[in-house]
């Protein structure tokens, strides 16, 4: 039995015709990039007709879309707060095998991580069934702080940190900089580092510490905003509305 149309939608996704795969997004089912698969497979309809085009536009507010036989609306917004361990690849199947973060939460296809960690990196990892805030949130325009531990071959200096504090170029005229860089502890061989960015370019903590001759051992992420990580390795809880806003202040 089909669930019925929501009465109301936020003014927030009531924005006009937008393609399908973002659609899906901002209804909450699924990931924009598993909404595309979702599409070209045949498994969505619109006003009763099946599409496979993912960027075929649709209105939100007047369109009926449908995955089989359920009806899409607007669901409560749920955001999980996960620890992620090393050796998870941030996504929900991995071609080569790996173990994916989507594992280790409630067996959810309606939720999807919002941004990346990379394999080896550990720390605050967010899922959401919320496309709307999961575009918010990794919006460059937003500039959300995000804090990194960083463990680094090699003994830092002060010198150093205001080379990362000033400014390095990763990649041809790709300039970017820390917003706070503080040493927690300097030996011989190796260093930790607390390290504090808004930019998130990919991999960007790693390449900074690359440019500069030294290699990153371990990469913890601890804040997304001021929402801080509580949680043992491996383990998840949802969070709520004020943490959410956390995040945003």
């Not at 006009?16 to 070209?40: D, E, F, H, M, N």
């Not at 917003?179 to 900074?208: F, P, W, Y």
């Amino acid at each position: 039995m089909k669930r019925p149309v929501a009465t109301s939608r936020s003014a927030a996704i009531a924005t006009g015709r937008i393609p399908l795969a973002r659609a899906l997004s901002k209804l909450g089912y699924c990931s924009r990039s598993r909404a595309v698969t979702l599409i070209k497979s045949g498994e969505i309809s619109v006003n009763g007709k099946r599409v496979t085009y993912p960027w075929q536009e649709v209105d939100l507010v007047n369109d009926h879309i449908e995955v089989g036989d359920q009806l899409l609306s607007k669901p409560s917004t749920v955001v999980i707060m996960l620890n992620k361990p090393a050796g998870y690849v941030t996504t929900f199947h991995d071609e080569l095998s790996r173990k994916a973060v989507m594992e280790l939460v409630p067996d959810n296809s309606h939720l999807f991580p919002v941004g990346r960690l990379d394999l080896d990196t550990t720390g605050l990892l967010l899922l959401t069934n919320d496309g709307e805030l999961s575009e918010k949130i990794t919006s460059p325009g937003s500039k959300i702080d995000k804090t990194y531990l960083a463990t680094v071959s090699g003994k830092l200096n002060e010198h150093i940190v205001e080379k990362l504090l000033s400014g390095i170029e990763i990649a041809e005229g790709i300039t970017v900089s820390a917003d706070e860089c503080v040493i927690v502890s300097a030996g011989q061989s190796t260093s930790l580092v607390r390290m504090r960015i808004h930019e998130g370019k990919n991999r960007q903590v790693r390449k900074m510490f690359e440019a500069i001759g030294k290699r990153v051992l371990s990469l913890h992420r601890s804040t997304i905003g001021k929402l801080e990580l509580d949680l043992p390795e491996g383990k998840w809880r949802k969070i709520t509305e004020q943490e959410i806003g956390k995040i945003f202040e």
